[in-house]
């Protein structure tokens, strides 16, 4: 991505593990959306808030789950990622661990209802959160545009 690109990187375990989250957010080289949406009231703002983070330029993240078939699942507490990743984000980069391959949609979300939400809740809750909340679950079955770049990496990672 070229220097002072707009990025707006996902809450995602994987992109904080590979370091690319603190490399976006905090290394001045990439216009962070994240780093402005850390500036809008999360109450009286959230219209704005919502509106900065739906269409960047670039969205880096990470997915729950990869069927045989290729059809990626990502859930979300809040949703905010999904809009991105479905339409509005002009490039979206998914790197996604082996360990997330997976057979079908069934045992995909077998997996994000049995592991990944587990540890996520529990993740949250040690940051001093309430938890989370499984409410909204994106299926991509097929991309039509050439935005969306998966990158599956031989270890593991996220969940």
């Known amino acids: 991505m070229p220097q002072g690109t707009e990025v707006h990187i996902a809450l ?12 976006i957010d905090e290394s001045g080289r990439y216009d962070s ?51 991105a990743y479905a339409y509005s984000g002009g490039t979206v980069i998914l790197v996604i661990g082996h360990q997330k391959l997976v057979r079908d949609i069934d045992e995909g979300l077998r997996r994000i209802r049995d592991y990944s939400f587990p540890r ?8 001093g959160m309430p938890g989370t909340i499984l409410a909204k679950t994106l299926i991509l079955h097929r991309e039509t545009h050439k935005r969306i770049h998966v990158i599956l990496v031989p270890q593991t990672l996220g969940y």
Request: glycine letters at 12%; aromatic letters at 4%.
């Open 33 to 83: 959306v994240r780093g402005r949406l850390r500036a809008f009231d999360p109450v009286t703002q959230r219209r704005e808030r919502a509106k900065a983070g739906a269409a960047p330029d670039y969205v880096l993240g990470s997915a729950h789950a990869v069927t045989d078939d290729g059809q990626i699942i990502v859930s979300s507490g809040t949703g905010s990622q999904l809009g």
């Open 12 to 23: 995602s375990e994987t992109m904080r593990e590979l370091g690319i989250t603190a490399a």
């Open 120 to 127: 996520e809740f529990a993740r949250m809750q040690a940051a």
